[in-house]
């Protein structure tokens, strides 16, 4: 299947900073990624819909200003997490597919923790 | 929009046995239904999926069934292994008009003991 990596996998930071985390599809080309974030125990919820040189689309009751998404490129999305605090602590993960294909493929996540 | 909603929420198993996880959707327009397997601290892995114009596929130990009348689809794991155990998400989508956007069910954490 097809490969989809994202960093940093895990990141510490103090509240009120903000942190930035990439996606990346590796051997294919995303015009649309999507964003999810994972609490403990819980499943998998949508926040944004990431497109390739247009505004992200943002599910309902998700901050556009607070979740900051760039797809500058093919093969990159990137969510901001602005003015980072303790609840926005999460699993934060995308997700891309080739065109064509309905398939979704996951990248590793990343584990945000704000103290 | 769609909702999915997934039975049971943990399901424990002895090695061997069958293991059976239960999805229902509300948009009749979902026509992709994906399951993925997810290991504490790891990403979702697909294991296997099925579209609207197929009533059952199988891999292997896993099968899929789907009931389109009814919008409901169901995972099947036979002769279960210990390293099964993990939590799986169904889901359901409306390709291409959705653009592949996913909506989840809330986990199945299945559990098999030796």
């Known amino acids: 299947g097809a490969v989809v990596s994202q960093h940093p996998s895990w990141v510490i930071c103090k509240s009120g900073t903000s942190v930035k985390i990439e996606c990346r599809s590796l051997?294919?080309?995303?015009?649309?990624m999507f964003w999810y974030r994972q609490f403990p125990k819980q499943s998998l919820m949508l926040m944004a819909t990431s497109n390739e040189g247009s505004k992200a689309t943002y599910e309902q009751g998700v901050e556009k200003d607070k979740f900051l998404i760039n797809h500058a490129s093919l093969t990159l999305s990137t969510l901001t997490v602005t003015s980072a605090h303790p609840e926005d602590s999460s699993f934060y993960i995308c997700?891309?597919?080739?065109?064509?294909?309905?398939?979704?493929?996951f990248g590793p996540g990343t584990r945000l923790t704000v103290l | 929009g769609e909702n999915v909603e997934q039975h049971p929420s943990t399901l424990s198993v002895q090695e061997g046995d069958s293991a059976v996880i239960k999805c229902t959707y509300s948009d009749s327009a979902s026509n992709y239904f994906p399951w993925y397997k997810q290991e504490l601290g790891k990403r979702p892995q697909l294991i296997i999926d099925?579209?609207?114009?197929?009533g059952e596929k199988k891999d292997q130990r896993i099968a899929v069934t789907l009931n389109k009348t009814a919008k409901h689809f169901s995972l099947h794991i036979t002769e279960t292994q210990p390293e099964d155990s993990a939590v799986y998400f169904c889901a359901a989508s409306r390709p291409p008009a959705a653009g592949n956007k996913l909506t989840f069910g809330g986990g199945t954490r299945v559990l098999v003991k030796p």
């Open positions: 997700s891309g597919g080739p065109a064509g294909t309905d398939t979704q493929y």
């Open positions: 099925i579209r609207s114009n197929v």
């Open positions: 051997d294919f080309q995303a015009t649309t």
